[in-house]
């Protein structure tokens, strides 16, 4: 089947094995509160004797918007430049940060062009769609909070809370469980490890995870070791 | 890089027409004319025929040239002192121009020449730095900052842009001070003073043989008499004398600012009173 054919059914093809690549991925998790946004990533280090550190599945897309990847990551770089690139240009012409929402929309529209763009550039065009899922977690002044999931057929998805990849199933009914509008963000954060050391094969441990947040205050900020090491004592003891 | 060189226009006549460069290089009886510069340097030859006004070409566009901006490193940081008169010929547009531009949080551009290209490729420059810090996840060194803006502007030559420019920051190799122009030059230094007012300044400057050693105090009272001198001697340069001080810790941060209109004591006299109203309010 031709990338862009449609089948007799009226489904896109590569686009939904395109969606199917990304439940191999590793488990991302994303919940959002009325204090900030949590976002955890599940490593999955291959060999002990790779550099936890270079493994990096958590990316800042300007100083109030970060995102987690699950599924071909090497693809994710592309969407992910392409975001700061666009976040930057958006506050050179209107001197403000970037929504949330409209840097998703930059997002998807990459991945709908297969990584063409608004330029034209077909150069940069792919032979396949996007196989990586974003977690988008943000804040701007106009809607607080907030976090969306972007996925290969270019389509994005506000949602409260949010699991992808491996795990993503049984996640995802945790996060229904244990979710609550007026949970605080140190709380967000202990679910977001906990949902991942359910999921996770190996026992969970500040190398093999990724831990970062979003305030209004602060702005995104990717947790240290150390701060890593607090979360999983809270959650132990 | 997110910006690209775009596209010079001549006018002919009031006509534009492509830029040629063929057009500069010969003159009309084919013989190759020296490389001249091209900012002014054909409008008097033109002008001075008796053309009727609608076949001379427009007269080079007036910037806003004046100016007194200094920057030099000491023992306590790197000293930035700049005025704030824009003048548009012998006119004073603005008293309260801002001549420091900031890149980041350790590293500010000064503005000398055309006010416009000055604060639009500086605040390219700007929009570069941030990109860097989220992509390397750390601050843009001076050496780099000053070294795309001086490519850009030595590939954009042509377009007669003016700007003088000084890159003043602190990054991991300490203090570094550069000047960068339109023509694409970029030079390394201690001390540097751009603009009209910028040889009365350097004669301030220059009286202090143990530059290196002054003290901070010391180092921002040099900036201001050297400032202050250059606005009593340059018709050009006046308003506001503006002092930064760039440290490791504290990254640039205003240091002194005097409206030269009126005297030091009516000057303090006034902030107070505008802090009192602040703490009413």
């Known amino acids: 089947r031709g990338v862009n054919t449609f089948s007799p059914e009226g489904r896109l093809f590569q686009v939904e094995y395109a969606i199917e690549a990304i439940k191999l991925g590793s488990t991302a998790v994303g919940i959002q509160t009325k204090e900030g946004s949590v976002l955890a990533v599940e490593k999955r280090l291959t060999s002990p004797l790779l550099d936890p550190a270079s493994v990096e599945k958590i990316a800042e897309i300007d100083s109030h918007i970060g995102a987690a990847m699950s599924g071909l990551v090497a693809d994710a770089k592309t969407l992910v430049d392409h975001a700061r690139v666009e976040a930057q240009n958006h506050r050179f012409t209107y001197d403000e940060p970037i929504g949330v929402e409209p840097l998703t929309q930059a997002v998807c529209d990459l991945a709908l062009s297969f990584g063409e763009g608004?330029?034209?550039?077909?150069s940069k065009r792919m032979s396949r769609p996007f196989g990586v899922a974003l977690l988008l977690a943000g804040y701007d002044e106009l809607e607080g909070s907030q976090l969306y999931f972007s996925d290969p057929s270019g389509t994005f998805v506000r949602y409260k809370a949010k699991a992808i990849g491996a795990g993503s199933e049984g996640a995802q009914?945790?996060?229904?469980?244990?979710y609550?509008?007026?949970?605080?963000?140190?709380e967000a954060e202990e679910l977001a490890l906990s949902t991942l050391k359910q999921v996770m094969e190996e026992k969970i441990s500040t190398d093999n995870i990724e831990l970062a947040r979003v305030t209004p205050d602060k702005g995104f900020h990717i947790a240290t070791p150390d701060e890593v090491a607090t979360v999983l004592e809270r959650l132990s003891g | 890089l997110l910006f690209s060189p775009s596209q010079a226009i001549q006018y002919q006549n009031n006509v534009p027409t492509p830029f040629s460069l063929t057009a500069e290089l010969f003159d009309p009886e084919g013989n190759s004319k020296p490389w001249i510069d091209i900012r002014g340097g054909d409008f008097e030859e033109v002008a001075s025929e008796n053309l009727f006004p609608s076949q001379r070409p427009p007269p080079p566009l007036e910037f806003a040239h004046g100016t007194t901006t200094l920057s030099f490193t000491f023992q306590g940081g790197i000293i930035v002192a700049v005025d704030s008169r824009a003048s548009l010929g012998s006119f004073v547009g603005s008293k309260t121009t801002q001549k420091v531009l900031p890149i980041n949080s350790h590293m500010i551009g000064t503005m000398a020449g055309g006010a416009a290209d000055c604060q639009f490729?500086?605040?390219?420059i700007k929009s570069e730095?941030?990109?860097?810090e989220v992509e390397e996840g750390r601050r843009m060194s001076v050496a780099r900052a000053s070294r795309i803006l001086a490519n850009y502007l030595y590939s954009v030559r042509q377009l007669q842009l003016s700007l003088g420019t000084m890159i003043a920051g602190w990054d991991e190799k300490g203090p570094q001070l550069y000047y960068v122009d339109n023509t694409g030059l970029r030079i390394q230094g201690d001390?540097?003073?751009v603009g009209s007012g910028s040889t009365f300044a350097l004669g301030i400057l220059d009286t202090a043989t143990n530059r290196y050693e002054l003290s901070v105090d010391e180092a921002i009272a040099l900036g201001i008499r050297a400032i202050r001198h250059a606005t009593f001697r340059d018709a050009y340069s006046g308003g506001?004398?503006?002092?930064?001080?760039?440290?490791?810790?504290?990254?640039?941060?205003?240091?002194?600012?005097?409206?030269?209109?009126r005297t030091p004591e009516a000057w303090q006299a006034l902030k107070q009173k505008e802090e009192s109203e602040l703490d009413i309010n």
Not at chain 1, 118 to 122: A, E, I, L
Not at chain 2, 121 to 124: L, N, V
């Open chain 2, 121 to 124: 490729w500086i605040r390219k």
């Open chain 2, 129 to 132: 730095a941030l990109l860097h």
């Open chain 1, 118 to 122: 608004s330029d034209g550039d077909s």
């Open chain 2, 240 to 261: 506001f004398i503006n002092v930064y001080l760039i440290t490791p810790e504290d990254g640039w941060k205003r240091v002194f600012q005097e409206d030269i209109a």
């Open chain 2, 191 to 193: 001390l540097f003073a």
């Open chain 1, 173 to 178: 009914s945790n996060l229904e469980e244990a």
């Open chain 1, 180 to 186: 609550s509008e007026t949970m605080t963000l140190n």
